[in-house]
């Protein structure tokens, strides 16, 4: 007799539902798995034997035969414990054989027959919800990340004795638990932390309110730091897709609690300027794929203080995930796209002593370090940047001034305007400013006539084509602040102000 079962394995960030036939026939006890198992899949012959044992079932003496399809897909992990241990079940006929319908199971099994939780529970509930199956069998520890995908039944099972009695229609499934409150976290900054700045803080509102990236130019400790870390405090919480998203990342890259709710706050990563190219972008080991930072900080801020000390492969591996949301990794055995939908924010001092401000009348350093610090940050990255910000240090009559607006305050207005966005972009694929496509931004969402007429002055001065359709963007997300329908010359102006000279560390 043959049975099929749904299991479910994790394939870069996302899950992939795998069929599970197993036969059991005639011929000398064996067991025998197919279908490009990796060593985990392999051994789950031995788990699920001893927990089928010790679960009061029968391990029968006959030929087994495990085949998982797509056969050609490499398996890994072991989650598909729980699914073989049900086909093993349904093909010896110990429980009933339409159990099995519509409903995948999830999870590894111990010795015991305790069913442990699977902390990639999310995204294989989302691949499972995406074929079609309703019901989803799961430990308790991960049925409340299962619990927030709509139209899924979730089954809560503490061991294999407990799901074959509810097979059977004999008992009960447990009741999902309470989550941790990990997305109801507050923050301990505030951006009325904030002395002076006000040009700074006023950039980080118009960030916020578009999604736009930003680079903070200064001394040393004149607050590009602070500036950045408060940028989180002021994003609206994320919508139940990238939430959805967001949590499947940081679950499958172990970061999460496996009982732990929604992520509902952006995440904010800020990975050391030693970091490897390999751990901002991601990489594939063996047959598991790794989130890099860039991946990590999708749905919210990624921050890379003291950029020009990160290695060049670091920063020209950002070009492509700015421009695209994704980060492609290739290798000779596969390609894996991550998501990758940060908002960008660049740290770095002027030059290596971190004085050539102003005058520079303090700066130590020689023409040539200047020279090769600056060279670090390349020409075609800072061109990415929306806003490009000089961080000065406040005067005394600054920092004696009233304090600013809280975070809160301002993340209302930043609500108000990205509102007025996802209106106007109702019908389209984006809702924010910063995803508006340049072939769309100029065909049906240019400024009016004065701000057309300015923006071409600053190409003809130097202005490149996509400093100029960035220029564009920031200027609606100025209008959006203002509550104007359509940018005019003075957003257009803010916002060439707003992207600076296109000037980066040491440049005079």
């Given amino acids: 007799m043959v049975a099929q079962v749904k299991g479910v394995v994790v394939s870069g960030v996302a899950g992939l539902v795998i069929r599970v036939e197993v036969e059991v026939a005639q011929g000398l006890p064996s067991v025998g798995v197919i279908g490009l198992a990796d060593a985990a899949v392999g051994e789950s012959k031995w788990r699920v034997r001893s927990a089928i044992g010790n679960a009061g079932c029968k391990w029968p003496a006959a030929r087994v035969t495990i085949g998982l399809s797509p056969a050609d897909i490499p398996k890994h992990g072991t989650s598909l414990d729980l699914p073989i241990a049900v086909g093993v079940l349904l093909a010896t006929e110990q429980i009933p054989k339409d159990c099995a319908r519509d409903a995948t199971f999830i999870g590894e099994l111990g010795l015991d027959g305790a069913l442990r939780p699977f902390r990639a529970a999310l995204p294989a509930a989302i691949a499972a919800k995406r074929c079609g199956i ?55 900054v505030d951006m009325c932390d904030i002395r002076g700045h006000a040009h700074g803080r006023f950039a980080l509102e118009v960030a916020a309110a578009g999604s736009h990236h930003l680079s903070l130019l200064g001394p040393p400790g004149v607050g590009k730091t602070m500036l950045a870390e408060r940028l989180p405090t002021i994003l609206p919480d994320l919508d139940e897709q990238t939430a959805i998203d967001v949590t499947s990342i940081h679950a499958v890259a172990g970061r999460l609690p496996l009982a732990a709710g929604l992520v509902r706050r952006p995440p904010f990563e800020a990975p050391h300027h030693s970091a490897s190219a390999t751990a901002l972008l991601g990489t594939v080991r063996g047959r598991h794929t790794i989130p890099g930072a860039l991946t990590l900080a999708h749905g919210g801020v990624l921050f890379l203080d003291e950029a020009p000390e990160f290695s060049r492969p670091c920063l020209e591996g950002l070009r492509q995930p700015m421009e695209s949301g994704i980060v492609r990794i290739m290798r000779a055995a596969e390609s894996v796209d991550l998501p990758a939908q940060f908002q960008l924010v660049l740290a770095a001092n002027p030059c290596p002593c971190g004085f050539a401000v102003g005058k520079g009348a303090s700066c130590r350093c020689t023409a ?19 806003i490009r910000l000089e961080v000065l240090r406040p005067t005394m009559g600054e920092l004696a001034a009233q304090v600013g607006d809280s975070s809160v305050q301002i993340a209302e207005r930043v609500s108000r305007a990205r509102t007025r966005a996802a209106v106007r972009f109702r019908e389209m694929p984006w809702s924010v400013n910063s995803h508006l496509p340049a072939g769309e931004l100029r065909r049906k969402w240019a400024p009016d006539a004065s701000g057309c007429a300015l923006l071409i002055e600053a190409e003809r001065g130097g202005l490149s084509l996509r400093g100029a359709d960035r220029v564009m963007r920031v200027a609606w997300t100025l209008a959006d602040l203002c509550e104007v329908d359509v940018p005019s010359r003075d957003h257009i102006a803010m916002a060439l102000g707003l992207r600076g000279a296109d000037r980066g560390p040491t440049d005079d």
């Fill in 134 to 188: 309703s019901r989803v069998y799961v430990a308790p520890g991960s049925a409340r990340q299962v619990a927030v995908v709509p139209g899924v039944e979730v089954v809560v099972i503490r061991d294999l004795e407990h799901l074959v009695s509810v097979l059977r229609g004999e008992s009960l499934a447990d009741a999902i638990p309470e989550a941790d409150a990990i997305g109801a976290m507050t923050s301990t």
């Fill in 368 to 386: 040539m370090a200047k020279r090769r610090y600056g060279e670090r940050l390349s020409g075609p990255l800072r061109d990415r940047i929306d």
